[in-house]
């Protein structure tokens, strides 16, 4: 059935049980296997809006990334990310009632400030004009569904006009993350003209 239904998102899916040796000293009672199979079943995963300013950029998700097994509990670990503070507090707080309906709770860790989308930013028009006359072309300019710095400044300094850009990278997240050396030069002396401009 598995093949069937993951034939093009996943050709080579595959299942296997292996018996154990000997039975482990320590198990899920059924009530905490039920509880840990019903959290799975109404836990939030994956894309709960889409921007209604960016044409296909994601606003708000839950990712479900790990799943740990300790001694007397089971830990799930979501990540929340919004670019809209009230978003991401439902997330938290369906996370919250999510986990009490099956006996758990939820602590806080981590995370990153929202960075709205400013459709009148005067510094991303300032950088466009400025990419134009450097190299005779638009800019591609693009929002991510992410956590960036900017979001932190934002939290610490109010609601500044920002904007992030740097050189070309690759491979992001991942072992072969790597960096263009030319468009580091490229991305000071446009750096450079941008701060002639500002005013």
């Known amino acids: 059935m598995l093949k069937t239904e993951l034939r093009t998102p996943d050709p080579d899916v595959r299942v296997e049980f292996e018996g154990l040796?000997?039975?482990?000293r320590?198990?899920?009672?059924?009530?905490s296997t039920n509880n840990v199979v019903n959290y799975l079943y109404l836990v939030?995963?994956?894309v709960t809006?889409?921007?209604?300013?960016?044409k296909g950029l994601v606003e708000s998700s839950l990712n479900l990334g790990v799943i740990f097994t300790h001694k007397d509990s089971v830990e799930f670990i979501s990540s929340i990310r919004s670019s809209v503070r009230s978003l991401k507090n439902e997330l938290y707080?369906?996370?919250?009632?999510?986990?009490?309906?099956n006996g758990g709770s939820v602590v806080a860790e981590s995370g990153y400030p929202e960075w709205a989308?400013?459709?009148d930013s005067r510094i991303r028009t300032i950088f466009e004009d400025i990419y134009e006359k450097m190299y005779g072309k638009k800019p591609h300019i693009t929002a991510i569904h992410a956590g960036l710095e900017c979001g932190l400044f934002a939290e610490k300094f109010g609601q500044i006009d920002a904007i992030s850009f740097g050189p070309n990278l690759y491979d992001v997240h991942t072992p072969n993350e790597h960096m263009s050396i030319s468009s580091v030069q490229r991305t000071w002396e446009y750096?450079?003209?941008v701060l002639k401009n500002v005013k």
């Open 21 to 24: 040796p000997t039975l482990p």
């Open 26 to 31: 320590e198990m899920l009672s059924k009530e």
């Open 44 to 46: 939030i995963n994956g």
């Open 49 to 54: 809006s889409m921007s209604m300013d960016i």
């Open 93 to 101: 707080n369906r996370l919250v009632a999510t986990a009490k309906l």
């Open 117 to 119: 989308y400013n459709p």
């Open 191 to 193: 750096l450079l003209e």
